[in-house]
């Protein structure tokens, strides 16, 4: 919801963690420790990168889909990493190619007029930087602040407001909130009016703006055990027990569950990645999706007065979700028995860095799969759905979220969000109302707001070449072919170029999008296909062109679909800090590409909107947004037929 902190508290990292064996490395496996090391070691000895360097991304440069799938046994595609390195001296950004098996530096590229995201350690100077900045403390001051080291500082993400005067430079905003207490929720306490403009690569305050003081809320927000209370004690232990093990494998990255496969990958801008989704059919291994990400994440305001209409938050192009993750705790986070798989990352120093437990994979029984009662015999045939979750959180600031990937036994992938954490506050004159927020405390308002999340689906549904077809039920008009009124039929409609691609839900018509195979016939002689069924939904309420439209111009549709590229990873481009807008989707698909039978990336657009509750506060109930993958047609009849009756 707002940008990274990290600073809070987190389970230490364990250098020392078992690490997964080397030899064991898949294609698709992300960059482990002593690989970061060593392209660090790379751009070093050939000069790519020096002391002053700030590293933003080091990932696995991901092998062509042709590439791994069509490599000899034993002869894997060269392991290289991706790199975005960014010089303060110059404030040149830098994209490199480096190869693990050669040594060397394949490629090499200066950007000049883009702002790469910012890092947790920018992060974190900044707001040392602020603190200590003289204008700054006075204006906490007037606000009954002496203490500069009890202000939360938030570097945001400017966007399209850079400042005439700071125009070309590394430029963030600051949001502040003061905790009156270590512990305590300092989103209690808007530091209203006060905010700083802050040179990142410098790492200097060039401008702080006094708007007038707002008294600071009284209230607390507490939320911590040890700080609500009385706790309730009228829940009985409930145990998950699996006394004979858990049903998956996970062997390196890969996880093994039912007839599933999948491979688990992770990456510093889009966290937890999902490669090569399979299902195993009669012996037979089925692609269904060749990977499987969020790719962008925005959250748009409603407060119209700057700089509080500035916040727009693009949490994973301007802040990157990796290091934003979670290190997750046992029967908290996840119940049952679970395996959990580290995360490796790079600091901006280009230090090797572990989150440990970052992703979990588990089994959870799902309720009913599938039953029917024969009343002429008596006889019920039930069977209980069983699902596998491979999931992690994020915290951004003030806001969780928390993704999960569920498969299931008939053939069904789900993807889910759940929103959590504190919503982001204004501080209000006493007695006042803000029409764009919700109050929740006194002299305290949430404000109103959407989070928009774009999943990248590079779909591969039993093969590469696939066709998009929007399909709506459709009522046939009252006549002699429908006396009665009642018919209705489906309508399958091509969606064959990226401009007839960009579609919204229409849950109305029971609109869904089916991704087809049309080489591949089923039992039936029908094209096997998976179909994307949208669940809640919404659009923006910022006008079409507004700033944050332009910008996050994905948000205008739930659905695109373009050809495969493999540099076209980012819906809002690759560099979306101080963007004006227009990179990505909406540059990609002007050339109206074909979408028909090839290599297709399914581009799903997953709104929230948000109008805080009092119940939000002051730590917000999990809020669950998703959508479904279903097979149809991709089997013959319903694949979970054969999963065993059980007895408990
Ligand atoms: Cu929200």
Not at 177 to 206: H, K, S, T
Not at 333 to 341: K, M, V
Not at 408 to 428: F, H
Not at 513 to 519: A, G, I, Q, S
């Amino acid at each position: 919801m707002s940008p990274a902190r990290p600073e809070r508290p987190q389970e230490p990292r364990h250098p020392q963690e078992p690490r997964q064996p080397q030899e064991s490395r898949h294609p698709l496996d992300p960059l482990s420790r002593e690989e970061l090391r060593q392209v660090m070691r790379i751009l070093r000895r050939t000069g790519h990168a020096g002391p002053a360097t700030r590293v933003v991304d080091v990932s696995l440069h991901e092998p062509l889909m042709q590439d791994v799938l069509a490599a000899p046994p034993g002869r894997p595609p060269e392991r290289q990493a991706f790199v975005v390195a960014f010089e303060p001296g110059d404030g040149v950004t830098r994209e490199a190619v480096v190869g693990l098996d050669s040594g060397q530096v394949r490629s090499w590229r200066e950007l000049t007029g883009v702002q790469p995201a910012i890092s947790p350690e920018e992060f974190a100077e900044c707001e040392i930087a602020v603190r200590a900045d003289p204008l700054f403390q006075e204006g906490l001051r007037k606000r009954g602040i002496g203490d500069p080291g009890r202000v939360l500082v938030e570097a945001w993400g400017i966007g399209a407001f850079t400042p005439q005067e700071f125009a070309g430079r590394r430029i963030a905003w600051t949001l502040s909130f003061y905790r009156a207490e270590p512990g305590d929720n300092p989103y209690a306490r808007p530091v209203e009016g006060l905010f700083a403009i802050v040179d990142l690569a410098a790492m200097q305050v060039v401008r702080v703006d006094d708007l007038g003081v707002t008294p600071l809320a009284a209230g607390r927000g507490d939320y911590r055990s040890d700080r609500v209370g009385p706790l309730r004690d009228d829940l009985a232990p409930l145990l998950v027990r699996q006394p004979e093990g858990v049903s998956f494998t996970v062997s390196g990255r890969e996880v093994a569950w039912q007839r599933w496969r999948v491979r688990v990958g992770f990456s510093p801008r889009e966290g937890l990645v999902l490669h090569d989704i399979r299902y195993l059919d009669a012996g037979r291994e089925r692609p269904v999706c060749y990977r499987a990400s969020f790719a962008e994440l925005v959250i748009p305001y409603a407060d119209p007065r700057p700089p509080r209409s500035w916040a727009n938050a693009f949490d994973i192009g301007e802040y990157g979700i990796g290091p934003l993750t979670n290190s997750l705790a046992l029967g908290c986070d996840c119940l049952g028995e679970i395996r959990y798989l580290d995360a490796d990352l790079c600091d901006s120093a280009g230090q090797g860095l572990t989150i440990p437990r970052a992703i979990c994979v588990h089994e959870e029984d799902s309720g009913l799969l599938w039953k029917h009662y024969d009343a002429q015999d008596d006889h019920a045939e039930v069977r209980r759905a069983r699902r596998l979750a491979i999931s992690s959180i994020i915290t951004v600031g003030n806001y969780e979220y928390a993704f999960y990937w569920y498969f299931y036994q008939d053939g069904t992938i789900e993807a889910e969000v759940r929103l959590t954490g504190v919503m982001l506050t204004s501080g209000l004159m006493p007695g006042a109302e803000s029409p764009y927020g919700t109050p929740i405390a006194k002299d305290l308002s949430a404000i109103y707001h959407q989070h928009f999340f774009c999943v990248r689906l590079h779909m591969a549904v039993d093969g590469p070449r696939n066709s998009v077809y929007e399909v709506d039920a459709v009522p046939v008009p009252a006549g002699p072919a429908n006396p009665y009124g009642n018919a209705f039929v489906t309508r399958r409609r091509l969606l064959g170029t990226e401009q007839q691609a960009q579609r919204l839900i229409d849950p109305m018509n029971g609109r869904h999008w089916l991704v087809v195979n049309p080489h591949s016939l089923n039992g039936l002689g029908d094209p096997v296909a998976y179909k994307l069924v949208p669940g809640g939904n919404a659009l923006p309420f910022a006008q079409p062109d507004a700033p944050i439209t332009r910008r996050a111009a994905f948000m205008t549709r739930h659905l695109w679909v373009t050809p495969f590229h493999p540099r076209e990873r980012y819906p809002a481009g690759d560099y979306p800090n101080q963007h004006p807008g227009g990179a990505g989707l909406p540059e990609w698909t002007k050339a109206d590409r074909p979408t028909q039978d090839t290599s297709l990336v399914l581009w799903y657009t997953l709104g929230s909107h948000h109008i805080p509750r009092p119940e939000d506060w002051p730590v917000m109930p999990a809020e669950r947004i998703g959508f479904t993958l279903k097979p149809v047609g991709f089997f013959d009849r319903n694949p979970a037929l054969d999963v065993s009756p059980t007895s408990n």
